[in-house]
């Protein structure tokens, strides 16, 4: 079924004014009237507020008092050895390396040189310059001192705490790279 286009333009044409004289209708109440919602507006703001909630009892809560003045004080550091100097620990005096601010996974050792009968290890760091490496340098995040430089690898010992305070010596190494 076709509806002619002269009839189906005329039939959306007074649709489109019904629907606008309609809209306008709720307007005002009379000419020079009041609008209708600025009348509804002022309704709602003459109705008095809801009471408001009540306020929530507050619980009393009982008080405890710790006496326990005999008993070792779990903040103390009663099991570390700040003060005996037992124990592996970090220099804290110690000037720090140019290599000991890149993780240890993140250096790569590219070779070696022969300096007399002292071998030195390149490492490439992140920053892409290659740094040379002897025993006796630190390395890495965790005070990892080289122990000894081969063809193929770098061995270092890595300062960890032991989770109670002290430190643990963690052997490391980084090996030449296959490229």
Known sequence: MSINPKIGGAL??????LLATGCGRGITSKPGGAPNLQQWVEEV??????????LPVMQQFETFEYSAQGIRDPFSDAFTDA?????????????KQTLEQF??????????LHTGPRMVALLLAPDKITHRVAPGDYLGQNDGRVTSVSADRIEL?????????GWLERPASIALEDK
């Open 103 to 112: 993780p240890l996974d993140s250096l790569g050792m590219v070779g070696t």
């Open 83 to 95: 003060d005996s100097g037992s124990g592996p620990r970090p220099d804290s005096n110690r000037r």
């Open 157 to 165: 010992v890595e300062l960890v705490p032991d989770g109670a305070g």
């Open 12 to 17: 959306a044409m007074a649709a489109a004014v």
């Open 45 to 54: 703001r003459m109705r008095p507020a809801p009471p408001l909630d009540p």
